[in-house]
Each structure stands twice: as structure tokens, then as C-alpha cells.
């Protein structure tokens, strides 16, 4: 998957970084499908309907509003302001990343691991 690099708002100083879905048969995914958003690096994904129909630490929502994935709703990593929103706290944190000015300040990731 190539995601377009971010660009900068001169107005605002911050970053938007793109959201991109694909259907990639080189991406290890069982539906194909894969998507990278908020500065993430690409991970696997599925149509949903609603959070429910989601794995943990994921939320169901749009990604695009133009181009062939239009409209379409995909398990994504839950937004989120502390790591307790992200369900298991031996498995996900808050993690930092973009988030728009209406966005909480984190997404739900796997726990980073200890060396």
C-alpha cells in the first residue's frame, strides 16, 4: 500500500495525514482489505456495520467520502483519551498520533512491548 505523504495546513501549523483504503491481494489480510489513516502505518480491516461488529479497541466509521470507497464503513482503531477506553490493558494503550481539532487526542493500538 503507498500512502501519499501528510501535508502541512499553513494555516493551522498542523499535519492531515490522508486516509486510504485498498483492496491489496499483497497485503496479508483475509478480506483484502487494508487501511492506513491518522499517521498509522497500514493494517488489515473489514466492512462493518457497527462497533459491534468490530474486534476490540475498534470502532466502525467511514474513512473516505470520495473515491471508490466512498461512504463505506471499516473496523478502524478506536478513538480514544485513555487507555482504558481500548478495552484489555494488558493488550492496547492510548496512543498518540493526528486527530483533528473535534477528535479525541489518541488512538487505541497494541501495548507497546518492553525490551
Do not use: H, K
Request: proline share 13%; with cysteine; net charge negative.
Amino acid at each position: 500500500m503507498e500512502v501519499p505523504p501528510p501535508e502541512p495546513n499553513p494555516t493551522t501549523g498542523s499535519v492531515s495525514y490522508p486516509a486510504v483504503v485498498e483492496v491489496n491481494t499483497a497485503f496479508p489480510c483475509d478480506s483484502l482489505v487494508c487501511v492506513a489513516l491518522a499517521g498509522v502505518p497500514p493494517y488489515c480491516s473489514q466492512i462493518c456495520r457497527e462497533d459491534a461488529g468490530c474486534p476490540e479497541a475498534f470502532e466502525c466509521r467511514v474513512v473516505n467520502a470520495a473515491g471508490p470507497f466512498a461512504d463505506r464503513r471499516y473496523c478502524v482503531w478506536r478513538r480514544c483519551r485513555s487507555q482504558l477506553e481500548c478495552g484489555d490493558v494488558t493488550t492496547y494503550d492510548c496512543i498518540a498520533g493526528y486527530y483533528g481539532p473535534n477528535e479525541p487526542p489518541g488512538l487505541c493500538g497494541p501495548l507497546a512491548e518492553e525490551e
